[in-house]
């Protein structure tokens, strides 16, 4: 079983930053087999994809709300993957999701992801 833990939300005003962190473990799992993305969900919206990353980390990919702003890491030594998050903007408040893909090559579908953390909340004010 893989447990995705997410940490590093809070309030912000807009124009600050943040550093969400999602923490992987479980019995027989191997992080680096895993891509990993993070997605949103604001109230009465679906959820959406914000950012991917492939299994060693030389690959990613943003959705262009968030492009230029965020930027997504990972530490396949420490089992953790990382988003930044700069120049907040109101429009960015929501519950942060960590998910992982086993053998995925980083993709924004949510659908393909198997995994997936509880959620922090993320709230910029204006």
């Known amino acids: 079983q893989v447990q995705l833990v997410e940490s590093g939300g809070g309030l912000v005003q807009a124009g600050g930053s943040l550093r969400l962190s999602c923490a992987a473990s479980?019995?027989?799992?191997?992080?680096?087999?895993?891509?990993m993305g993070w997605f949103r969900q604001a109230p009465g919206k679906e959820r959406e994809f914000v950012a991917t990353?492939?299994?060693?980390?030389?690959?990613?990919y943003y959705a262009d709300s968030v492009k230029g702003r965020f930027t997504i890491s990972r530490d396949n030594a420490k089992n953790t993957v990382y988003l930044q998050m700069n120049s907040l903007k109101p429009e960015d408040t929501a519950v942060y999701y960590c998910a992982a893909d086993l053998y995925g090559t980083g993709v924004v579908d949510k659908s393909d992801y198997d995994y997936w953390g509880r959620g922090t909340q993320v709230t910029v004010s204006s």
């Open positions: 990353i492939n299994r060693s980390g030389s690959s990613t």
């Open positions: 479980g019995r027989t799992f191997t992080f680096s087999r895993y891509a």
